[in-house]
T-cell receptor, first 117, second 113 residues
């Protein structure tokens, strides 16, 4: 079956530090890969996604590249801010039989990020 | 972006009672909605997939008679936890699917005493 493994947290950084959160996956076929962010007291929000090998998803200064050879989708940001403090989830999904929509999501365990001023 | 709401945000109930949680897509029609459970410091676990007008599809190990799901319209799905027990205490999250993306509600914290 499908699975997603994230680096364990919590991760604590100072403002403007470089961030990497590792994510590796196991899946059959060619899944789509996602990073979701959950700010305190809020629901999950899609941060970025990549649908095929070598695609790079990016948003709000965050980036992740779909690496099929290493089955990885590591999240990076060059300079974090206090407002980036949240829980980050890596996830994958596979298209349904018709290939027209994403199926159910499989999540990693989440990584808590705390950024100090 | 598309907005999903959940009600209530928090609920405390006595053991043996039933609790209903509503999930609404506010500005889009969600043919498919998903229900997740999130334990403290753990990932989201998919409980069931809910399709409008049909029976929900439950994941392995999820008791369909305990977690009743109704998706009566394109904007509303409900999860009823029947005869709740303390081990059912958790954070329940729903999502609605639109254009190949899932939009998540803010979650409902259930505490069973």
């Amino acid at each position: 079956g499908n699975s997603v493994t994230q680096m364990e947290g919590p991760v604590t950084l100072s403002e403007e530090a470089f961030l990497t959160i590792n994510c590796t996956y196991t899946a059959t076929g060619y899944p789509s890969l996602f990073w979701y962010v959950q700010y305190p007291g809020e629901g999950l929000q899609l941060l970025l996604k990549a649908t095929k090998a070598d695609d790079k998803g990016s948003n709000k200064g965050f980036e992740a590249t779909y690496r099929k050879e290493t089955t990885s989708f590591h999240l990076e940001k060059g300079s974090v801010q206090v407002s980036d403090s949240a829980v980050y989830f890596c996830a994958l999904s596979q298209r349904n039989a018709g290939g027209t929509s994403y199926g159910k999501l499989t999540f990693g365990q989440g990584t808590i990020l705390t950024v100090h001023p | 972006g598309a907005v999903v709401s959940q009600h209530p945000s928090r609920v405390i109930c006595k053991s043996g009672t039933s609790v209903k949680i509503e999930c609404r897509s506010l500005d889009f029609q969600a043919t498919t909605m998903f229900w997740y459970r999130q334990f403290p410091k753990q990932s989201l676990m998919l409980m069931a997939t809910s399709n409008e007008g049909s029976k929900a599809t439950y994941e392995q190990g999820v008791e369909k008679d305990k977690f009743l799901i109704n998706h009566a319209s394109l904007t509303l799905s409900t999860l009823t936890v029947t005869s709740a027990h303390p081990e059912d205490s958790s954070f329940y999250i729903c999502s609605g699917s639109l254009y190949n993306e899932q939009f998540f509600g803010p979650g409902t914290r259930l505490t069973v005493l």
